[in-house]
């Protein structure tokens, strides 16, 4: 199941994304999640291990029918009162979630795999709640930022002690085995966590950059593909072809 939020530790990884730092990532990742994933309005999303919210509100905002889901009670009570009822909030874990198959058009799984014991039956889960795309972000262990982060977690309480972070190699390889070889996206960003803000523009959303697999957030967007495809028959229709048959029957 792996870690989850207590009221403690959520305050300090809500410090950490209000920081000048976690808001630019926040920034730079919204702006890659919609690059690779290319959500439409209407389409049904999602979120495992939503947190307060945040995503949820940002896919609501552009017309996505949103449902989110978490393993702690403490972060769900704050996404509701955020969100209200324009999205539906379930308590439960990413590898057993409480869908059914093929439900979501999309699934995100946003700084999640980092908490995890399980970060391949969370996919697989993920795979097959969802009937088109899957988009999985996380915090880069080549990246300035994590190995910066991880360092000062040996001096200082932080979210990053002990932190499972992942290699662009690392999670494609878990993608390949959750899914097999559907068609991936991916790209990163925040290639340097100390940058000032107002240089963002110019440096950091620099298509060559993000090919680059060293900033602080990876993110991988993947097509699921499905070797076999069943035609649904309708109850009315088959008790036609079944009256049909009978009469065929009767005249010889």
């Not at 539906?88 to 198959?101: I, S, V």
């Not at 093929?102 to 889960?125: M, V």
């Not at 262990?141 to 662009?168: D, E, P, V, Y």
């Amino acid at each position: 199941m792996g870690r989850v939020f207590d009221s403690a530790f959520a305050r300090l990884y809500e410090q950490w994304l209000n920081s000048p730092e976690g808001i630019s990532l926040d920034r730079l990742s919204t702006e890659l999640i919609m690059r690779l994933l290319q959500p439409k309005r209407g389409e049904r999303v999602l979120d495992i291990g939503c947190g307060t919210g945040n995503h949820l509100l940002i896919f609501y905002r552009i017309g996505l029918d949103v449902t989110g889901l978490d393993a702690s009670s403490y972060m769900l009570d704050i996404a509701r009162s955020r969100l209200g009822h324009r999205a539906a909030l379930e308590l439960g874990r990413a590898e057993d979630l409480p869908f059914e198959d093929n439900e979501f058009d999309i699934t995100t799984l946003i700084l999640t795999l980092e908490f995890l014991d399980d970060p391949l039956a969370a996919l697989q889960e993920a795979g097959r709640v969802t009937r088109d795309r899957i988009f999985v972000g996380v915090l880069n262990s080549l990246s300035i930022g994590c190995i910066l982060k991880k360092l000062a977690a040996l001096f200082q309480h932080s979210i990053f002690r002990g932190l499972h972070t992942f290699t662009l190699w690392e999670l494609s390889g878990l993608v390949r085995r959750a899914y097999g070889e559907a068609p991936i996206k991916w790209g990163s960003v925040q290639m340097l966590p100390f940058l000032p803000i107002r240089h963002e523009e110019g440096f950091e959303r620099s298509s060559l950059l993000q090919s680059q697999p060293f900033g602080t957030f990876l993110g991988l967007a993947c097509t699921m593909t499905y070797t076999l495809k069943t035609r649904y028959i309708g109850v009315l229709e088959k008790s036609k072809k079944g009256a049909d048959s009978i009469a065929r029957s009767a005249r010889f």
